[in-house]
């Protein structure tokens, strides 16, 4: 279901190589502001480069992005990027995490201080603010990330395979406390996974990517359960596993070539 | 494991071990006085020290000339180590020199540094630098080559700027190397200012120990190195202190 809204990002044949490496090839794709686009792909096939893309971490070496109608220019600070390994400060409390970024834009310091508390109550992380990240459980540590990004107010959240690292359980409570904040203002996301579970039961739409070298998107797949969604009772519906079916119709060639190489 | 207490006592008794060892091999002849000295005449040789006070002027020389090659040789490696680290082509033109500075045996830089600086405290602080600067380099160096990719790519998406990550990222991320530096930094920059103060001086613990050499005097050697080594204990507990207060943020290693 591609919206007609206005377009969040929009990626022009966009080409990676890395030395003789073709990570990503003619990859093109669009976000519509206020959606929620999921990408899945067989491991290591290059999703992760996309977002790197998109964030202007890394140079396309052929191809064009554009951010909310702009061409892109440097790092994107209007994107908030949820890695996918721990990237809080370690040295910094959990209170200091959160406010750091309003820092680096210049908030004084008492005042970020003052917006990350409610942030980290926000993600229920009320009173562990002088913990430090190695004192916090997985999914503690994912949610203060949530709130070290989600407090810049970013326009577009791009997200990393962001809870592949917690167990199962810690894993739904995240993606429904996800979905939770997203339901608030609904902001653009972008989110790269190779769960294709988690993918249906978060996304408005799923784009599939081929295994690598050379990926590229192959299908797309409009997702029209209803919201607000919780993504352990979702799975269980019968459009949710017809879905699945579809997806992994496609995604089973890939995931084979994968492991082939 | 045996707890704090059964450490100490274990310490405690090795020490007492060995000096009885030593005490008695002499008393029994086995070892001859006029070369090993004995510990209960170094033990009264340092009370006659400390006593008559003679020791502190000595003492307050080698210690200041300690800690400013200490703080100027860390100061200094840091520095140079933190804007090589950030600058690579920097880094490439000047690595065979530091290499070659670093090869030469700084015993050799003594009686240079006294021939440019003279007998007082500079040439002793400048022989403690040399030592101590190289250290901290190579420790911030490396340090900052470690500092968690995906950390410092997260610092740059909040929006960090150069001196962000400086102070919030590269800095607190190398406290660790740069701590552990500290320690040995303390020995070597003593290191300079005794071997500075050996080989000519006019004060000093250094000085102290080359006079009781030149006449033969063991007790005068090991009474010196005695109280070298208290002091030694002392900056690395201070240095331990520092430790504690700057890395509270580190996983504790389970004991």
Request: a neutral charge.
């Amino acid at each position: 279901m591609m919206t007609t809204d206005k377009v969040a990002v929009r990626l022009q044949e966009i080409t990676v190589r890395f030395a003789s490496y073709t990570a990503l090839e003619n990859v093109s794709l669009q976000v519509a502001e206020g959606e929620f686009v999921a990408i899945v792909g067989p491991t290591g096939c290059g999703k992760s480069t996309l977002l790197s893309v998109v964030a202007g971490l890394l140079e396309p070496s052929a191809g064009q992005v554009q951010l909310f109608g702009q061409p892109m220019n440097g790092l994107d600070l209007a994107a908030g990027y949820i890695f996918q390994q721990d990237a809080l400060l370690p040295w910094k409390t959990a209170l200091d995490n959160v406010a750091i970024g309003l820092v680096f834009r210049g908030t004084p310091t008492s005042e970020a201080r003052e917006q990350a508390q409610v942030w980290l109550q926000k993600v229920g992380l009320k009173g562990f603010e002088r913990y430090y990240p190695h004192q916090l459980s997985g999914g503690m540590k994912k949610r203060v990330g949530l709130a070290q990004i989600l407090i810049l107010n970013p326009r577009i959240l791009l997200m990393d395979e962001p809870f592949s690292a917690l167990d199962l359980q810690t894993r739904d409570l995240m993606e429904n406390e996800l979905l939770r904040l997203w339901q608030e203002d609904r902001k653009s996301v972008l989110f790269v996974t190779h769960d294709i579970e988690e993918a249906i039961a978060l996304a408005d739409r799923v784009v599939v990517m081929s295994a690598g070298p050379a990926t590229r998107p192959i299908g797309e797949f409009a997702i029209p359960l209803s919201r607000p969604r919780d993504v352990a009772e979702i799975r269980l519906t019968e459009s949710f596993l017809d879905l699945h079916r579809q997806i992994w119709n496609i995604l089973r060639e890939e995931v084979r070539a994968s492991h082939a190489r | 494991m045996p707890g704090n207490r059964s450490v100490r006592i274990y310490q405690i008794g090795i020490f007492i071990v060995a000096m009885l060892a030593w005490e008695g091999l002499v008393r029994a002849r086995l070892l001859d006085v006029f070369f090993f000295s004995k510990p209960s005449s170094i033990g009264q040789r340092v009370m006659e020290w400390v006593l008559q006070g003679e020791i502190y002027w000595h003492l307050s020389i080698t210690l200041t000339e300690t800690l400013l090659a200490f703080v100027i040789g860390t100061l200094l490696g840091i520095g140079v180590g933190l804007w090589l680290a950030l600058a690579p082509t920097a880094l490439k033109v000047l690595e065979p020199y530091i290499k070659a500075f670093n090869a030469i045996p700084r015993v050799v830089l003594a009686p240079i540094f006294t021939l440019w600086f003279g007998l007082g405290m500079m040439s002793k602080v400048a022989l403690g630098v040399t030592l101590v600067f190289f250290l901290a380099f190579f420790n911030t160096y490396q340090g900052v080559r470690e500092v968690n990719p995906v950390v410092l790519a997260n610092a740059r998406m909040l929006g960090a700027s150069r001196m962000n990550l400086l102070r919030h990222v590269y800095l607190p991320s190398t406290a660790g190397w740069i701590i552990s530096s500290l320690r040995a930094a303390i020995g070597f920059a003593m290191i300079g200012a005794v071997v500075g103060e050996y080989i000519g001086a006019a004060a000093g613990l250094g000085y102290l120990i080359a006079q009781a050499e030149g006449v033969f005097d063991t007790t005068g050697v090991f009474a010196g190195m005695t109280i070298l080594v208290f002091f030694v204990l002392i900056l690395d507990s201070a240095v331990s202190l520092i430790e504690r207060r700057v890395l509270v943020w580190r996983p504790q290693a389970s004991a």
